[in-house]
């Protein structure tokens, strides 16, 4: 994510409110899970979506060491993912104290769609007080999911980048031809900024948002 906005917003929740279609429930696979996902509605466990790994708690930080290893302090940010089967849902970030943060609350980022073949999720920020950019469209790049390599004794981890922001209308981010490089996560793969780090969150956050 850009470091613009997902600095100041690294972290996320969920609550669904999507009036445009039915959508199935991923039957979560712990109860901290179960609680972010409350607002899906029933479907089936055996989803392929490519956003279900992505779902539950993260800390987040985007300062990395010589050896390219994100560092404790860094880890200032949460994020709660959740998304249904077909990989719409929510991803709610922010800091883990408000006072940190604008507003002193939490932005809620809409997920709009996904590139499988690109790793680019496409959102919206939704209305709100405590939103960056109110209404605006964007996109996120992020790698796959993976339980290797992954900083601070975490279960899993992955990278992510905020390419493109603050647009009036999906269709400007759509069109954009910015691109991301992952391989350079520690400097500038992000548009000349570093690339941001999630790290798999197992225990209870004190954190408002959640």
């Known amino acids: 994510m850009k470091r613009t ?3 100041t917003t690294v972290l996320i929740g969920l609550l669904f409110s999507f009036s445009f279609c039915q959508m199935e429930k991923q039957v979560p696979e712990s109860d901290s899970q179960t609680n972010l996902l409350v607002g899906l509605l029933a479907g089936s466990a055996l989803s392929t979506s490519f956003l279900l790994e992505y779902n539950g ?4 930080g985007y300062t990395y060491d ?3 290893q ?5 880890l200032t940010g ?3 993912i959740a998304t249904n089967p077909d990989g719409s849902g929510s991803i709610i970030s922010g800091f883990e104290k408000n006072s940190d943060y604008f507003g002193g ?4 980022y809409r997920i709009l769609s996904f590139d499988k073949s690109t790793r680019r999720m496409y959102y919206q920020n939704t209305p709100g007080g405590n939103n960056f950019a ?3 469209f964007g996109r996120i790049d992020y790698t796959p999911v993976t339980t290797t390599g992954c900083e601070l004794g975490a279960s899993k981890c992955f990278y992510f980048c905020e390419a493109v922001s603050g647009k009036t209308t999906l269709a400007e981010v759509q069109a ?3 691109t991301s490089n992952a391989t350079n996560f520690a400097s500038n793969g992000c548009g000349g900024f570093t690339f941001s780090r999630s790290l798999s969150r197992t225990q209870n956050s004190t954190w408002t948002g959640l």
Do not use: E
């Open 105 to 108: 609350g939490d932005t809620t």
């Open 70 to 74: 994100v560092t404790q302090a860094s």
């Open 57 to 60: 708690q993260w800390n987040a």
């Open 176 to 178: 954009s031809t910015v």
């Open 78 to 80: 949460r994020l709660i």
């Open 5 to 7: 906005q997902l600095q």
């Open 66 to 68: 010589a050896n390219k």
């Open 134 to 136: 109110n209404s605006t």
